[in-house]
């Protein structure tokens, strides 16, 4: 079943925060995210397992909640080169949500 | 390059014609996927192997998609008497994962876009 992402768009400055959810209805085995440019193919962000974890690297980072139905990625000090398509996916069959664009202006 | 690699990277073709994809694996994963995306959408799950067996197939594909991967190596997509509205971009992406446990990473190949006219 397609996991649900929240909010469809958003749009930055040069600096600003953003948070992307994911949601299921059932409890997930782990998510995974990715980013995807313009033209280009998704490339993968982070894998989250465990209920309760939270992981990330430079200013992008990802929580997991306890019951594994939730995640959230955080976009922090955004920069133009985090524009792009963000994507969650499931675990095993690997379905995707729909996607969040976000744009970050100058 | 030990990327996914995927051929042609266009493709465009007339109503009823048949068109054959080919996606190349990284070495060692044993899953492969195929996707297809349309503008603004999210990768739509078509199909999966895990080595040479296919093991899901999405009820969204018609009779005329077919899937292979004969060798558990690389794998095949081929659309018969295609329609336009099988214009797309069909992604392949391929995987390991561990015995009982979850989908270590997921790499995605640049993709084949084709055309109906």
């Known amino acids: 079943q397609q996991p649900v992402q929240s909010p469809q768009a958003v749009i930055l400055r040069e600096g600003e925060d953003a948070v992307i959810n994911c949601s299921s209805s059932?409890?997930?085995?782990?998510v995974h995210w990715y980013r995807q440019k313009h033209g280009e193919a998704p490339v993968f962000l982070m894998i989250?397992?465990?209920?309760?974890e939270q992981k990330g690297h430079d200013k992008i980072s990802a929580s997991f909640n306890e019951k594994k139905q939730q995640s959230s990625l955080y976009l922090t000090a955004s920069q133009l080169s985090y524009s792009g398509t963000y994507f969650c996916g499931t675990d095993n069959d690997m379905r995707f949500g729909a996607g969040t664009r976000l744009t970050v202006k100058p | 390059d030990t990327g996914v690699s995927q051929n042609p990277r266009h493709k465009i073709t007339k109503r009823g014609q048949n068109v054959t994809f080919r996606c190349d694996p990284i070495s060692e994963h044993n899953r492969l996927y195929w996707y297809r995306q349309t503008l603004g959408q999210g990768p739509e799950f078509l199909t999966y192997?895990?080595?040479?067996?296919?093991?899901?197939k999405s009820r969204l594909l018609s009779d005329r998609f077919s899937a292979e991967r004969p060798k558990g190596s690389f794998s095949t997509l081929e659309i018969q008497r295609t329609e336009q509205g099988d214009s797309a971009m069909y992604l392949c992406?391929?995987?390991?994962?561990?015995?009982?446990?979850?989908?270590?990473?997921?790499?995605f190949g640049p993709g084949t876009r084709l055309t109906v006219l």
């Open positions: 192997f895990q080595n040479e067996a296919q093991l899901e």
């Open positions: 989250l397992l465990k209920g309760g």
């Open positions: 059932k409890a997930l085995y782990s």
């Open positions: 992406a391929s995987s390991s994962r561990l015995a009982g446990g979850p989908v270590v990473t997921q790499y």
